[in-house]
């Protein structure tokens, strides 16, 4: 791989690139030492870019969708150009594994090939409104309108393809935005930010600002923003929607997702296994629809735990940027502390290691337990980081009722051959999405993705992003 990451990244305000400063230094997470370095944006800055997005929202919305469509298209093209300076962004700020990296810009130009096709085709309907005597001689006529400015705040775990889920969808449906990315990983949105400054969007409609945290108020609470949406912890997605106001707000927040096996899966077992193992410690489990509880049929638990184990065991840990590496470093060592002590806690209360466990600075050992009671926060709360859990059930209503014995409720697998099984999943599991035959991990970028409960509301998926971006607006003539 022949692309570096430059020495410094500007933010962009108003569709503009300014250097006012290099006050954020981003780390290489596996080195921990500092790769390079970003603005951060003021309050007077903020305030910019929130007056522009607002000017902006008028020709934002007499852009043709056409126009739009051409405009994701270029992003389509030049993320294609620079994917390996993409996939090395990542690898550096964020510590994921490179053949990852490369998966998640892969994914990143998806999200905007997706949205540009989306942009020319937002729907609208002809109604019948002859529904009696009265209403002779009267037609209806629907069509969505763009919300107006919206507010994006965006994580480390996925820096490339969570922006790209809001910002595409927003210029596909015609609305001026400011994006705050994370401070630990922005320069994937900063790149962005310089292939959007290179096409026709209005002066204003897009800025990316990287700021600090106690500046951050204004994303939130600035009655201009018409569309908060914040993908992120429960604790602060939570806290945020409390503070936003009338605005509309989207959340995706996390989960501790949990795997179902049935009975009829020994003949691939082997199978299941490797899903499983990818499920919950890809990207160091650092996504929110990881797999953290698996249930095994009992019949099934002796073999499966022990293909599991070996498995594990021989997962590789290290440099990101190795070929061979599986396992990278978490976000930060606090984080991977913070799962140390997780694990400590629930092993003095019974909890049994069958592997990992063990840390060194930022990486934690991919780890299987079992034996967990349910109320520790390694079972109850959402891990974050390479932790799976497994037991036993009996009877498939039984494990269907585990698993909604949760706070969260995002998405759930389910590996299993009997047709009415699966049915029974999808109508009792109180999650966004069931998985049949493989991990609840899986996501394809023009799905409706989201949850319930805990895990937030409103989904992304481009097509049903669009519809949280968008209002309805009604035409009625009278012939």
């Given amino acids: 791989m022949n692309a570096k990451l430059a020495p410094r990244y500007p933010i962009f305000v108003a ?5 006012p400063n290099e006050a954020l230094a981003v780390h290489d997470k596996y080195a921990g030492e500092p ?4 603005a951060l944006a003021d309050k007077g800055t903020i305030e910019r870019a929130i007056a522009a997005a607002v000017r902006a929202t008028a020709p934002m919305r007499a852009l043709p969708p056409y126009e739009r469509q051409k405009i994701l298209e270029h992003c389509v093209r030049r993320c294609g150009e620079r994917r390996d300076e993409l996939a090395l962004a990542l690898c550096i700020e964020a510590g994921k594994p490179i053949r990852d990296a490369r998966g998640e810009v892969t994914r990143l130009i998806d999200t905007f090939k997706v949205a540009a096709e989306e942009a020319v085709r937002i729907p609208g309907e002809v109604m ?10 009267y037609r209806g006529f629907t069509k969505r309108v763009p919300i107006g400015p919206a507010s994006f705040i965006t994580p480390f775990n996925f820096p490339l393809n969570l922006v790209a889920h809001k910002v595409a969808p927003a210029i596909a449906a015609g609305c001026p935005f400011v994006l705050k990315p994370s401070e630990r990983t922005p320069v994937g949105a900063l790149v962005i930010g310089e292939i959007l400054a290179e096409t026709s969007l209005p002066q204003g409609a897009f800025s990316v600002l990287p700021c600090a945290i106690e500046d951050v108020a204004p994303f939130i609470e600035d009655p201009r923003f018409k569309l908060l949406s914040f ?11 409390a503070r936003a106001g009338a605005k509309k707000v989207v959340l995706e927040l996390g989960g501790n997702a949990a795997c179902i096996v049935d009975a009829d899966q020994r ?10 193992v990818f499920g919950a410690f890809y990207q160091s489990g650092q996504s929110c629809i990881s797999v953290q509880r698996i249930f095994v049929h009992a019949s099934l638990l002796s073999e499966l735990r022990n293909k599991l184990v070996a498995r594990v065991h021989k997962l590789k840990a290290g440099d990101p940027r190795d070929e061979d590496t599986f396992l990278g470093p978490m976000i930060d060592e606090p984080a991977a502390a913070r799962l140390e002590g997780w694990i400590s806690r629930a092993v003095a209360r019974g909890a ?9 600075g930022a990486i934690l050992e991919a780890t299987v337990l079992e034996r967990v009671p349910h109320d520790e926060p390694i079972c109850a709360e959402e891990v974050f980081g390479p932790v799976a859990l497994i037991e036993s059930f009996d009877d498939f209503s039984e494990a269907l009722a ?11 697998g389910v590996f299993t051959n009997d047709l009415s099984h699966a049915m029974q999943a999808w109508d009792e599991l109180e999650v966004g999405g069931v998985i049949i035959g493989d991990v609840p991990s899986f996501r394809v970028d023009n799905m409706p993705y989201g949850g319930v409960k805990g895990s937030g509301f409103g989904r992304e998926g481009i097509r049903w992003a669009i519809e949280d971006m968008t209002d309805l607006r009604l035409l009625v003539i009278r012939e």
């Fill in 231 to 241: 993908t992120g912890s429960g604790k602060v997605g939570w806290d945020l929607k």
């Fill in 15 to 19: 569709n503009k690139a300014e250097q």
């Fill in 402 to 412: 585990r698993v909604n014995d949760s706070s969260y409720g995002l998405q759930a």
């Fill in 128 to 137: 019948n409104l002859e529904i009696g005597e009265r209403t002779k001689g």
């Fill in 267 to 276: 003949a691939r077992i082997d199978f299941v296994v490797e899903r499983l």
């Fill in 352 to 360: 049994h290691v069958l592997t990992g466990g063990q840390r060194r």
């Fill in 35 to 38: 790769a390079t370095r970003t």
